[in-house]
């Protein structure tokens, strides 16, 4: 008998194209684990490339606007009235389940945008944004931002580049929580942590070369896959004794 898999029903919906950093590999949550301590990002870290540039945005009204920590942004099936691109700390979006069980589906950091999929297809959010630190962004209405692409060819197609990418990695993720163990999945969420944080993250040197150091914890990890933090643990132990990875300052480094 397949094992089922309990995931959100935005995996499986490819008009959602929301970013997958941190949702990466939830299939079967742990039941017996089910604290979540919150991750803290470092807004004071450089902001990379924004997807828009600021005065683009205040050409055609973007105005800023600030968030508290635990601040909802907006909610799940809420209508979807702006574009919005981060100045200033960090935002997750979450999905729910009908049981509790909180999946987080990604975490945007300074010059991210989230959110557009809605802005394109006129349905509800299929999420909740919820900032995680104090927070700083820009807003802009929804019809402002079409005028935008419209007018904008080369943001247009950044848009579509950036929405293909993520729909790539959704048939990854899929293919990973379907049929890999917990060292194929993990070893995956690492290097895509790696790749999508690239000149957003310090790299620390080791063993002569530059080595990207992971920004989450064991338990972060086990957040964001799934797994108990005691299977984590011991994967990533297993990996460092292979040559896959290194431990510097009981931090992970790849």
């Not at 509800?124 to 904008?152: C, G």
């Not at 064991?218 to 132990?237: F, H, N, P, Y």
Request: hydrophobic share 40%.
């Amino acid at each position: 008998m397949k094992k089922k898999l309990n995931m959100p029903s935005f995996l499986f919906d490819y008009s959602s194209a929301w970013n997958p950093l941190v949702m990466a590999f939830c299939a079967q949550p742990d039941k017996s684990h089910v604290r979540h301590k919150k991750i803290v990002l470092d807004s004071h870290k450089p902001m990379h490339s924004p997807m828009i540039s600021l005065d683009k945005l205040s050409e055609y009204g973007a105005r800023k606007f600030q968030l508290e920590k635990d601040e909802i942004l907006f909610n799940e099936d809420s209508e979807a009235l702006y574009y919005f691109q981060l100045l200033k700390g960090a935002v997750k979006m979450v999905t729910t389940s009908a049981d509790g069980q909180e999946f987080i589906q990604g975490v945007f950091k300074p010059g991210d945008s989230f959110g557009e999929p809605p802005l394109f297809c006129d349905f509800p959010y299929p999420s909740t944004a919820i900032a995680i630190e104090n927070a700083e962004l820009m807003r802009l209405p929804k019809q402002n931002f079409l005028n935008l692409l419209k007018e904008n060819f080369e943001i247009h197609l950044m848009f579509d580049r950036v929405l293909c990418n993520r729909l790539k990695y959704k048939s990854m993720v899929l293919a990973d929580i379907s049929f890999h163990d917990p060292e194929q999945r993990i070893g995956n969420l690492l290097k895509y942590i790696k790749d999508t944080s690239a000149g957003t993250v310090d790299s620390v040197e080791v063993s002569r070369k530059k080595s990207f150091v992971v920004p989450f914890t064991r338990q972060q990890l086990a957040d964001m896959s799934g797994l108990r933090v005691e299977t984590v643990i011991r994967t990533v132990k297993k990996m460092q004794k292979k040559g896959k990875l290194e431990i510097v300052d009981r931090k992970i480094s790849i």
